[in-house]
């Protein structure tokens, strides 16, 4: 098996055990007794709002990042370009 494809089975595993957690601590949870020892296995219902909160805050945040800096970097070039057509 290449690299490729056990990088892409484990970030497939990964995934499906992060839909299966957040599926059962949303969905199913909120039914069962809240005595019983399988709510020590989830954290608090309110970061299953946190999280994914979190998370695309932060996945925006770095989307912008990536994004302002590509422009930074394409209009120094513009200007570069626009300097080295003067001085012809």
Request: hydrophobic content about 55%; aromatic content about 12%; proline content about 5%.
């Amino acid at each position: 098996m290449s690299v490729d494809k056990l990088i892409g089975a484990g970030m497939l595993t990964v995934a499906t055990v992060v839909f299966v957690y957040y599926t059962a601590w949303t969905f199913i949870l909120p039914f069962i007794d809240e005595s019983s020892p399988i709510h020590a296995l989830f954290l608090p219902r309110e970061w299953a709002i946190r999280i994914p909160v979190i998370l695309l805050l932060l996945a925006f945040a770095l989307v912008g990042s990536f994004i302002g800096s590509v422009m930074i970097k394409s209009a120094k070039k513009e200007q570069a370009k626009k300097n080295a057509a003067k001085g012809k």
